[in-house]
């Protein structure tokens, strides 16, 4: 495998935009040190170390107060990593994790007492197959008994055809990443009338984040703003937005202050970005006013 390059900016800029109290990371991962959480021997990419100290860092710079870690695949099903960030600031931090679908209750309970309030399944053809949906919907009837929800992560072309099980969820499920549209498609393509169809469905949320991933372009990312910004309108209760730090497995290493700056765009109104950042989060998550 090949040697990991870092994934980061070191020194983003300063954003202009001046976050809300209370502001919400919702989408972020943390990467080792491996010297303390080795990674899965059967990962399919090897991440730079982005270990806690420099997401915290990160955040302070941004003026951002509570987030959401969420495993990443490099470390497979050991959450540990992502488990020891959230006990550096438990009111502050909460995680979704990456399980098998053969997960037992105890093991369940045990994450739950860690901070942990959901799952997370992939289904991106660069990360392998994912379990089979009505395996994880049969998981979801026991993550009902916990307060949890499934977080899923999948190419833009599965939406229409994975539509039918999300909707008998018996969790709330969040679409990662608008779910991976390509934004060089424009507004009227069919993946995206999938995904506001979906939305119509009121347990269904979606994160607002992977412009960069979603963009053609280069930083700052302007054809992807356009999506972004018609779910916020469209579905404001529902929106959560996040950074996607430490951004593997791009071309370009986004600086995270342009990030945040875009939110003026994406959210363009006080009342827009309070929700989107503040009121959404600690609804979904449960974090204390």
Not at 101 to 116: A, C, I, P, T, Y
Not at 177 to 206: C, E, T
Not at 257 to 267: K, R, S, Y
Request: neutral net charge; charged residues 20%; proline residues 9%.
């Amino acid at each position: 495998m090949a040697e990991p390059k870092p994934s980061f900016n070191p020194h983003p800029a300063k954003p202009r935009l001046a976050l809300p109290r209370g502001a919400c990371d919702t989408h972020f991962h943390v990467f080792g040190p491996a010297s303390k959480f080795p990674f899965a021997e059967s990962r399919v990419y090897t991440p730079a170390d982005a270990p806690k100290e420099a997401l915290l860092a990160l955040h302070k710079h941004l003026g951002i107060e509570r987030g959401v870690v969420v495993q990443a695949a490099p470390h497979g099903f050991d959450n540990s990593a992502s488990a020891d960030l959230i006990a550096a600031k438990p009111e502050s931090y909460v995680g979704v994790a990456l399980l098998p679908v053969s997960v037992d209750d105890k093991e369940l309970r045990k994450l739950h007492g860690q901070g942990f309030r959901g799952v997370r399944f992939n289904y991106m053809k660069h990360l392998g197959a994912g379990a089979p949906i009505e395996q994880v919907m049969g998981l979801a009837k026991t993550l009902a008994n916990l307060g949890w929800h499934l977080q899923i992560h999948m190419e833009s072309s599965l939406i229409g055809a994975m539509t039918p099980a999300l909707e008998r969820a018996p969790v709330p499920i969040v679409i990662d990443h608008m779910g991976r549209i390509d934004a060089s498609k424009g507004l009227d393509q069919p993946d995206f009338a999938d995904l506001l169809s979906l939305l119509r469905n009121r347990n269904i949320w979606v994160k607002v984040s992977g412009c960069e991933r979603a963009s053609r372009q280069s930083s700052p990312w302007q054809d992807a703003i356009p999506f972004a910004r018609k779910l916020v309108a469209e579905f404001g209760d529902r929106t959560l937005w996040g950074s996607d730090w430490p951004h593997p497995n791009l071309k370009e290493i986004p600086d995270d202050g342009v990030m945040v700056d875009n939110l003026a765009e994406i959210a363009p109104s006080e009342k827009q970005r309070q929700a989107l950042l503040v009121d959404n989060p600690a609804r979904f998550y449960g974090f204390k006013a």
